[in-house]
């Protein structure tokens, strides 16, 4: 009954300290900016091309590439939110990946995160986009809504191959997005 009793207070004491740790941090973060209809101070001086660059690669093609310096051209999707909050991160897929819209008679309220394909095949076409801040993080802000970027739509994004810790597949790091009129 002794041995149960210290193991218990040994995790009561580990999870409060987890409790304090995580007040201490949260406590710590600056707060964030969650729009994505606000102005674009936060994002680089002339961020948004207003001419399509040339010579723009696939998603795919662009994940074989062996040169650090990229221009990609896609499509935001690859999941029902492509976007993260408060982050300045978005997912693109190639624009060969099918999207729901493609299939006659599909209803799929979000066309863009290409369900009806195989999971493996979205992953194989789908880069992550990322804005990041002098200090190497990304800009403490979602992208959604700058400029007309929303699920769906065409965007070319001009940047460098960023390193891929997790290997998850190809992260690109804008300099610039053009993003394409419907």
């Known amino acids: ?5 210290v193991w218990f207070a040994g995790k009561l004491w580990s999870l409060s300290g987890m409790i304090v740790l995580l007040a201490v941090v949260g ?4 707060p964030t900016p969650q729009g994505g209809q606000g102005a674009s101070a936060d994002l680089p001086a002339n961020f948004f ?14 994940k074989s590439a062996s040169n650090k310096e990229l221009v990609v051209r896609g499509r935001i999707g ?11 991160i978005f997912l693109m897929t190639d624009k060969s990946l099918p999207t729901c819209s493609d299939r006659h008679g599909d209803g799929c309220p979000t066309p863009w ?3 009806c394909e195989p999971p ?9 986009v990322q ?15 700058r400029n007309g970027l929303e699920p769906g739509v065409e965007v ?19 300099r610039a997005i053009y993003v394409a009129k419907p």
């Open 27 to 30: 406590c710590q973060r600056s």
């Open 156 to 174: 070319v994004v001009v940047g460098t191959k960023a390193p891929d810790e997790d290997h998850s597949g190809l992260v690109i790091s804008a």
């Open 120 to 128: 493996e095949e979205v992953r194989a076409a789908t880069a992550t």
């Open 131 to 145: 804005v990041l801040a002098p200090d190497g993080r990304p800009l403490p802000t979602s992208l959604r809504g």
């Open 78 to 88: 690859g999941r029902r939110d492509p976007f993260v909050a408060g982050a300045a």
């Open 49 to 62: 091309l207003a001419a399509e660059p040339p010579a723009a690669l696939g998603v795919r093609a662009a």
């Open 1 to 5: 009954m002794v041995k149960r009793k």
């Open 113 to 115: 995160d290409s369900c």
